[in-house]
C-alpha cells in the first residue's frame, strides 16, 4: 500500500498541478480578470498572477523525478493548503462578497465540492510527504 501511495500520489498531483496551469494559460485574460475579481487586494491578485501559473508548472516538474519529488510534495503542500484556506475562508464569509469558484472543471463545483476535493488532494499530499520523510529517517 505504501509503494502505492509513493507512486500514484505524486502522479496525481502532477495531473492536477499541471491541468490547473494550462487552464489559466488557455483562458490566460479570463484568469487574469478573475483574480482581481477575487476578495483580495489587487496588489496580492497582480503578485498571483505572475507566481500562479509558474508556481503549478514548477510543482509538477519537481513531482516528475524521483530526486526532487521530496521538495515537490513540499511544494505542493504548501499550494493546496493555500488553495484550501482561501476556499475555507470564502466559506465562512471572511469577506463581505463571495468571488466565483473559478477553475476549468472546478468552476462547476461548488464551494463545499472544492473544499473537499482540495482536501482529499491535501491528505494524499500529506500522506505522501509523510511516507517520504518516514523513509529518509529509515535509511539513516
Given at each position: 500500500?505504501?509503494a502505492?501511495?509513493?507512486?500514484?500520489?505524486?502522479?496525481?498531483?502532477?495531473l492536477?498541478?499541471?491541468?490547473?496551469?494550462?487552464?489559466?494559460?488557455?483562458?490566460?485574460?479570463?484568469?487574469?480578470?478573475?483574480?482581481?475579481?477575487q476578495?483580495?487586494?489587487h496588489e496580492?491578485?497582480?503578485?498571483?498572477?505572475?507566481?500562479?501559473?509558474?508556481?503549478?508548472?514548477?510543482?509538477?516538474?519537481?513531482?516528475?523525478f524521483?530526486?526532487?519529488q521530496?521538495i515537490?510534495?513540499?511544494?505542493s503542500?504548501?499550494?493546496?493548503?493555500a488553495?484550501?484556506?482561501?476556499?475555507?475562508?470564502?466559506?465562512?464569509?471572511?469577506?463581505?462578497?463571495t468571488?466565483?469558484?473559478?477553475?476549468?472543471?472546478?468552476?462547476?463545483?461548488?464551494?463545499?465540492t472544492?473544499?473537499?476535493?482540495?482536501?482529499?488532494f491535501?491528505?494524499?499530499?500529506l500522506?505522501?510527504?509523510?511516507?517520504?520523510i518516514?523513509?529518509?529517517?529509515?535509511?539513516?
Amino acid at each position: 500500500m505504501k509503494a502505492l501511495i509513493k507512486s500514484s500520489v505524486p502522479a496525481l498531483l502532477v495531473l492536477l498541478f499541471v491541468y490547473a496551469a494550462f487552464s489559466k494559460l488557455i483562458t490566460f485574460n479570463d484568469f487574469r480578470q478573475q483574480l482581481y475579481n477575487q476578495a483580495f487586494s489587487h496588489e496580492l491578485a497582480g503578485f498571483l498572477f505572475y507566481f500562479l501559473i509558474p508556481a503549478e508548472i514548477v510543482t509538477a516538474l519537481l513531482l516528475c523525478f524521483d530526486r526532487t519529488q521530496f521538495i515537490g510534495l513540499l511544494f505542493s503542500s504548501l499550494l493546496l493548503l493555500a488553495f484550501t484556506t482561501y476556499i475555507a475562508l470564502v466559506m465562512l464569509h471572511y469577506w463581505d462578497r463571495t468571488p466565483c469558484s473559478c477553475g476549468g472543471i472546478l468552476n462547476e463545483m461548488g464551494w463545499t465540492t472544492h473544499l473537499i476535493f482540495n482536501c482529499v488532494f491535501l491528505i494524499l499530499n500529506l500522506t505522501a510527504l509523510y511516507l517520504r520523510i518516514s523513509e529518509r529517517r529509515q535509511t539513516r
